[in-house]
Every structure is written in C-alpha cells, then in structure tokens.
C-alpha cells in the first residue's frame, strides 16, 4: 500500500548535537512537508517542498534545515538542537492540484534533553 | 494569514450527536479542511470544503458558510472509538495554497 514513512520513530539526544528526520514516501506525490506538534499548538509548518530541489520555508523555520534530494525523500535537520525542540514531528505530503488533502507519516518523537 | 478557533475540548456520550465548530478570518478563502487524530498518531483526512452547503460521510457530515468564516463538523451515532482530536485548518489564496491548521478539539466519548 501507498505510504508515508518516518525514521526514527523516537529519539532522545542532547542539547547541541545535530539531528535528521527522514521521511520517505510511495505516493508518487510531488508535494512534501514537515510539521511539529506541541500540545496546545497544533500542527505548525517548518519546511515545506513542492518538487525535487524546491525549498520553502514555513512558520518556523529558525533552527531547522532540509534537503528533498529525490521525489520520495524529503529530510529534516536539526543542525544544534535545542530543549524547545522537543516536540512531536510530523511528514507529510499531497497531490499538486488543489484541494488535494495532506498524507501524514506516523511522526517523530523528538526528546533533547 | 488566518485566525482560527476551535474549542479545546468537548464531551459527549456514547450514541448522541455532537458538533465541533470553526470559526476562521481570511484575506482569501480557499477551502477548509477536517483531520481526526487519535491521541500519538497521525491525522487522518476528513473532509473537505469549498463550496457553502452541507458534505455527507457516513457517519461524519461538515458543513460551511463562507460568508460567516464558519463550519462544524457533525459526528452522528457516536462510538468510543471517535475519541480523538478534530483539527480544523483553512487555506488562502496566498501563493502557497498550503492550509494552516488550528489548535484542534479533543473530543472525549464516555459510555
């Protein structure tokens, strides 16, 4: 079946270190995203992609990087991470036409400590 | 950008009705969408809006009124399993078209 996947599904580092989140998908779908999730907050964009080589950044972008290297991978980097990093991240992707609804992968239980 | 409002949380019994509001601010509406997210998981698309009137899903129906910035979301013959989060998120018609997504409800079904 078509899907979004995430590795690691968990993670506990430490302040300072430099993280990546990848995400992968079998949708054959252009667009990509990646989101957090605090509680109370609600999904907030961070990257987001609409073809291979196309960057974009979102709502907030400080402290984060990507890199969408082919259609079906798109990672994220955390390149100093910090306490307020932690939170729950979530990949996702969608058709180019409009309307289309977003596809999330599991997510990523980010811990720096 | 938007502005957009939900209640934080909302109870409800097994087998009743329950509906869970939107109320949005836009430059340039451009349709509005509904996830489900239980507790740890990803969202899970619901529905989609553009157009006023009522959208009809088995047991989910969302309904909008672009005039009024407003929708809710009706979840008929409630099982415990609806327990979860109900986000709400609303795209422009600013060059991205990417929908941005409001705080979510929780939505508690007891027996």
């Known amino acids: 079946d078509a899907d979004v996947t995430q590795t690691p599904r968990n993670r506990i580092t430490k302040t300072g270190k430099r993280i990546m989140l990848e995400c992968s998908q079998t949708k054959g779908h252009d667009r990509m995203y990646w989101y957090r999730q605090d509680p109370g907050l609600g999904l907030r964009l961070i990257y987001y992609?609409?073809?291979?080589?196309?960057?974009n950044k979102g709502e907030i972008s400080d402290g984060y990087s990507v890199s969408r290297q082919a259609q079906a991978k798109f990672s994220l980097s955390l390149e100093s991470a910090i306490p307020n990093q932690t939170a729950l991240y979530f990949c996702?992707?969608?058709?180019?036409?409009?309307?289309?609804?977003?596809?999330f992968g599991p997510g990523t239980r980010l811990t720096v400590l | 950008g938007q502005n957009i409002d939900q209640p934080t949380e909302m109870t409800a019994t097994e087998g009743a009705i329950v509906q869970i509001n939107c109320t949005y601010q836009t430059s340039g509406f451009n349709g509005l969408f509904w996830y489900q997210q239980h507790a740890g998981e990803a969202p899970t698309f619901l529905s989609y809006?553009?157009?006023?009137g009522l959208e009809e899903k088995g047991r989910f129906s969302s309904f909008l009124s672009r005039s009024k910035g407003y929708s809710y979301l009706l979840l008929k013959e409630l099982q415990m399993k609806d327990s979860a989060s109900y986000l709400c998120a609303v795209r422009d018609t600013g060059g991205s078209y990417i929908p941005t997504f409001g705080r979510g409800t929780s939505l508690i079904v007891h027996p």
């Open positions: 809006n553009v157009l006023d």
């Open positions: 992609s609409f073809d291979v080589k196309d960057i």
């Open positions: 996702a992707t969608s058709r180019t036409s409009a309307g289309n609804e977003q596809f």
